[in-house]
Structure formats: structure tokens, C-alpha cells
T-cell receptor, first 117, second 117 residues
Framework: DAKTTQPNSMESNEEEPVHLPCNHSTISGTDYIHWYRQLPSQGPEYVIHGLTSNVNNRMASLAIAEDRKSSTLILHRATLRDAAVYYCILRDPLDPDRGSTLGRLYFGRGTQLTVWP | DAGVIQSPRHEVTEMGQEVTLRCKPISGHNSLFWYRQTMMRGLELLIYFNNNVPIDDSGMPEDRFSAKMPNASFSTLKIQPSEPRDSAVYFC???????????????FGPGTRLTVL
């Protein structure tokens, strides 16, 4: 499975933008890039995902490099509630006909984001 | 919707005892995942089911661990006999059907914190 590299920790001030980087130099052509986050004492929650084009949703934006070997999760205005561990994950390619690897996610160590008031 | 439900939320047991963790996925979801999270190893996928059938149990640490999904609304993860090194937070997640052309996020439960003395 393709691996990702993220900084162990990052800090931000409240209401400032945050750019969380992720390197995935061994990404395959069919791997999607996913981001999940885990708030303290909770299970992970989905943030965003993309393949080649930049993506936006109500939580964040995902900027994907042209060669797809890196990506950046952008929180436009950090809040205290955004303090969490952020995981960048490459999804195992799916083959529904084989019935295998359906939706597998490989979590790394993630980036611990601290938001200061 | 109540989300993924796990019970118990906390379990303290003695080495050698049998432990059963329970999960109720979100109604209508057809994939179910069991994860384990520790400080040393991070978040690991143990096993996942699709349409109640175990697809990949390669993450199950050893024969002491077993998982079942007798119907679409219930799954168990059993450890027998338990050992102190099994102490961890165990998460259950569910997902609607994914395919090669679309992705459906995984929804995680609140987890069960297991302590084996």
C-alpha cells in the first residue's frame, strides 16, 4: 500500500488559515487522496477527498499537486474545534468484481494540529 | 440517525478473561470495519465485512481475536483469552457501498476503551 508522509505536529492561531502538507511520492494512478481527522477522545471523521483536481467542501479545501506526489489540506479559518490529528490517506484501489479491498483505508501517524486562541 | 453505536464504551478486565465488543452500524450501510488504536501502532484495520461477509481479516493479530457479523445490523469482536497487550481503543466504522467510480466515507463509532490488567 502506498505510504504518506506528514509532519508530526503543526500549530496555528485561531481564525488564521492552516495548510497541512502531505507527501505521497509513490501514489499510483488510481489512488484517491483522503483526509480524515480525529478530535480528542472521538473516532476519526471524514474531511475531504480528491483524485486530481482541487476540491472544496464546507469543512476544507484540498489542493493536489499536478504530479499528484503531494497534497495540502487547507482550513481557511481555524477554530479551536479544529484542534485534532489530521490523517492523509491513500485509498487502496477498488475492484468490486473481485470483492476485495473495498474501501480500505491505511492510517499513518497523522499531524497533530494545535490551535491557539 | 444515531450513527455507529459501540458498546461498552469502557471495559476493564483481567488477563485471561473473554472480552466481547459490540457494534451496530448505520442502517443501510453494507461495509463494516473494526480498527484498533494504540499509542505505539496508531490506528490499524483489523478486519472488514462487506454484506456481512468477512473480506479481509489479515489485520487480526492472532487466533485469540475473532469477529462475526450475523446480520446487517450487528457485529462483534471477541478476544479470548485477553492479554494486557490487547489494551487499546477499538473502533467500529461503517460505510455505504463503494465502487471504483465512487467513494463513500467511513463513519466511525465512539470507540471502546479496553484495559486488560
Amino acid at each position: 500500500d502506498a505510504k504518506t508522509t506528514q509532519p508530526n505536529s503543526m500549530e496555528s492561531n485561531e481564525e488564521e488559515p492552516v495548510h497541512l502538507p502531505c507527501n505521497h511520492s509513490t501514489i499510483s494512478g488510481t489512488d484517491y487522496i483522503h483526509w480524515y481527522r480525529q478530535l480528542p477522545s472521538q473516532g476519526p471523521e471524514y474531511v475531504i477527498h480528491g483524485l486530481t483536481s482541487n476540491v472544496n467542501n464546507r469543512m476544507a479545501s484540498l489542493a493536489i499537486a499536478e504530479d499528484r506526489k503531494s497534497s495540502t489540506l487547507i482550513l481557511h479559518r481555524a477554530t479551536l474545534r479544529d484542534a485534532a490529528v489530521y490523517y492523509c490517506i491513500l485509498r487502496d484501489p477498488l475492484d468490486p468484481d473481485r470483492g476485495s479491498t473495498l474501501g480500505r483505508l491505511y492510517f499513518g501517524r497523522g499531524t497533530q494540529l494545535t490551535v491557539w486562541p | 440517525d444515531a450513527g455507529v453505536i459501540q458498546s461498552p464504551r469502557h471495559e476493564v478486565t483481567e488477563m485471561g478473561q473473554e472480552v466481547t465488543l459490540r457494534c451496530k452500524p448505520i442502517s443501510g450501510h453494507n461495509s463494516l470495519f473494526w480498527y484498533r488504536q494504540t499509542m505505539m501502532r496508531g490506528l490499524e484495520l483489523l478486519i472488514y465485512f462487506n454484506n456481512n461477509v468477512p473480506i479481509d481479516d489479515s489485520g487480526m493479530p492472532e487466533d485469540r481475536f475473532s469477529a462475526k457479523m450475523p446480520n446487517a445490523s450487528f457485529s462483534t469482536l471477541k478476544i479470548q483469552p485477553s492479554e494486557p497487550r490487547d489494551s487499546a481503543v477499538y473502533f467500529c466504522a461503517s460505510s455505504p457501498k463503494s465502487s471504483a467510480l465512487s467513494y463513500n466515507e467511513q463513519f466511525f463509532g465512539p470507540g471502546t476503551r479496553l484495559t486488560v490488567l
